[in-house]
């Protein structure tokens, strides 16, 4: 008979009375960082307690992206870290437990399955982006069979109570896995698969509860959030953000006490935009005034060939409409230079486009070909590396810029913000985000932690402000 989870724990060989640890390093955007709190979630319950190291783990997971080459390439050179240090336990050439398995999940190992054992034997086991609740199974099944055990099998579960959320004020729901779009540069609809939405109930749930377990903020999640749709009744993105802002109203009421205060979500696309999607932003008082909307260019010859279906003055009167409805809403985006083709030209009106909207923030990339594309099979890479890294270094120094003078322009004002963490810079100031998704850093100690203050902003630097808390916080 199969031993069961618990036995395996016991019976493994490590020293007495000592938990067994996990150690997960994170690769790429939001969706994999919440997987991971998953994966921490699932491994509390098989009674593992976080490692302060690698060094000091049983387990190792890493939880991969493959959106750019140069991600695949740190994995590999962190799985030859790994390998040495199974050598070494193995010999006993280093303390902590005997046993270290490593495993490698997420976007490159949904993409790669078998073949990154076959490239590094030191990886035990593989789990693809819809395999995460197998865990337990896999772990068993190498114990048992001391061979790699690898499932990227599609089981897609949006189960994500057990999550071991690393914030204690802010927190990701799920809302949909997979991808649509097929922009022509873009690995994820093969890595995360095709559209799949969790049921609005779920969601709704979820947040209720999140509310009752202290957290202040959550961000609903999805490659392309506002293609939702309610697999029961239909309903679309805008109505699920009604529904979650009611239902926050309802426990306020029901209790008397302020929960969520806000709702973000990430990532929006500018095809998927609706009127009704600004409206709602402009109406639904716990709904967040910021809007991570990726152009990925200012040409509309590089936006077709990216396959992203709208153009610079669409984007544009986007952009205006949302502004004229939302007033001082947060507006921020992603960026690609160099892809195939790109001109002179073409990437003087992505300039421009970013000096049109004056974005409060952006991410930029060099294009970076991914295997089996539309852009790598129907373009080629002739933009000059030299070339993608100057352009790269002119837009962020643009971008600089904007975001400077407009983060000038809030010094004398008074904003909301909710605290959500000690700043990195000092351990005296705390800091938080205002609705606009704006960072602020105030003087404050870590009892301000979740609560929301009026703050006046008397300083700015480059990415962040400074304030000072008027009045209680609540
Ligand atoms: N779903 C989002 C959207 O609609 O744009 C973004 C998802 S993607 C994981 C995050 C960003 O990575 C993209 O917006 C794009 O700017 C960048 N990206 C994706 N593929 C890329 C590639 N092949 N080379 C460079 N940057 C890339
Ligand atoms: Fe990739 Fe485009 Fe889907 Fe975003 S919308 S995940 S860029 S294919
Ligand atoms: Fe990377 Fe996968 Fe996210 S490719 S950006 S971790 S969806």
Not at 19 to 30: A, D, E, L, M, N
Not at 163 to 171: G, H, I, N
Not at 215 to 244: C, H, K, Y
Request: charged share 25%; proline share 5%.
């Amino acid at each position: 008979m199969a031993e069961s989870i618990e036995e395996i724990i016991q019976n493994r060989p490590t020293e007495p009375g000592r938990s067994p640890r996990y150690w997960i390093k994170t690769y790429g955007c939001q969706m994999n960082v919440h997987d991971s709190e998953k994966y921490a979630g699932i491994l509390s319950e098989m009674g593992y307690v976080p490692a302060d190291a690698p060094e000091d783990a049983d387990v190792v997971l890493v939880n991969t992206c493959s959106v750019r080459e140069r991600a695949e390439d740190k994995l590999f050179s962190e799985l030859g870290r790994l390998r040495i240090l199974k050598e070494q336990r193995a010999q006993g050439e280093q303390s902590g437990p005997t046993e270290l398995l490593v495993g490698v999940t997420g976007c490159i190992a949904q993409q790669r399955g078998d073949g990154i054992v076959d490239k590094q034997p030191a990886v035990d086991f593989v789990i693809g982006t819809r395999a995460i609740q197998t865990l337990p199974d896999v772990l068993e099944d190498v114990r048992k069979t001391g061979q790699p055990c690898v499932n990227t099998a599609d089981l897609v579960d949006f189960e994500s109570n057990g999550a071991s959320r690393q914030d204690a004020v802010r927190a990701f729901v799920t809302i949909m896995e997979g991808c649509n779009n097929y922009c022509s540069f873009c690995i994820v609809p093969a890595t995360r698969g095709m559209e799949v939405y969790r049921p609005a109930d779920d969601i709704i749930d979820e947040i209720r509860g999140l509310g009752l377990r202290g957290f202040r903020e959550v961000t609903l999640l999805g490659q392309n959030v506002n293609s939702w749709v309610d697999p029961a009744t239909g309903m679309g993105f805008p109505g699920l953000l009604e529904a979650i802002d009611e239902s926050i109203a309802r426990t306020e009421a029901a209790d008397g006490e302020r929960r969520i205060e806000r709702v973000r979500f990430l990532t929006s696309h500018p095809k998927d935009l609706s009127p009704r999607l600004i409206e709602v932003m402009a109406s639904a008082s716990h709904v967040a005034k910021h809007l991570h909307l990726p152009v990925q260019s200012g040409s509309d010859q590089i936006l077709h060939n990216m396959n992203r279906h709208y153009t610079a003055t669409s984007y544009l009167a986007q952009v205006e409409a949302l502004r004229a409805a939302v007033p001082g809403v947060g507006l921020s985006t992603d960026l690609i230079v160099g892809f195939p083709g790109e001109t002179d030209a073409d990437f003087e009106a992505t300039l421009e486009l970013v000096r049109a909207v004056e974005y409060d923030s952006f991410y930029s990339f060099e294009y970076s070909p991914r295997p089996d594309t539309a852009a790598v099979t129907q373009y080629e890479d002739d933009v000059p590396d030299e070339l993608k890294r100057t352009r790269l270094i002119e837009l962020q120094k643009t971008g600089q810029y904007i975001q400077a003078q407009r983060n000038a322009a809030w010094v004398g004002k008074s904003t909301e913000v909710l605290v959500d963490s000690v700043s990195k810079r000092s351990e005296r100031d705390v800091s938080g985000r205002t609705s606009s998704n704006h960072i602020v850093n105030m003087s404050g100690d870590q009892a301000l932690i979740g609560h929301l203050v009026d703050v006046e902003i008397t300083a700015h630097a480059a990415h962040s402000m400074y304030g000072q808390i008027v009045g209680e916080p609540r």
